[in-house]
């Protein structure tokens, strides 16, 4: 069974630093597209970050580049997003994806809030 366990979010000031973790289990890790994306609230679910599993150059959304990094630990099934300098507008509940062939693998787990504000 595919799953997803999404960690690390909470509240932080803007400025702030935190670093989500994801931990994956159900299907070939090594060989999967790993992503991250965000909701926030009345917002549709959009793209973070994606580190392709046959590439070295992840990619990052606009809003984001500089700021976050996404990283992947394959022998243990985690992939990471290290995320500095939060704005308000970062506030969202992140959730980790995988796709593989371009398909993606198993649903959406619950995700991880996370708030930034003063």
């Known amino acids: 069974q595919v799953q997803f366990v999404e960690s690390g979010g909470g509240l932080v000031q803007p400025g702030g630093s935190l670093r989500l973790s994801c931990a994956t289990s159900g299907f070939f890790f090594s060989r999967a597209d790993m992503s991250w994306y965000r909701q926030a609230p009345g917002k549709e679910r959009e793209l973070v970050a994606r580190?392709?599993?046959?590439?070295?150059?992840?990619y990052y959304a606009d809003s984001v580049k500089g700021r976050f990094t996404i990283s992947r630990d394959d022998a243990k099934s985690t992939v990471y997003l290290q995320m500095n300098s939060l704005k308000p507008e970062d506030t969202a509940v992140y959730y980790c994806?995988?796709?593989?062939?371009?398909?993606?693998?198993?649903?959406w787990g619950q995700g991880t809030q996370v708030t930034v504000s003063s």
């Open positions: 994806k995988a796709a593989a062939g371009g398909s993606p693998v198993g649903s």
């Open positions: 580190f392709s599993w046959y590439s070295t150059k992840p």
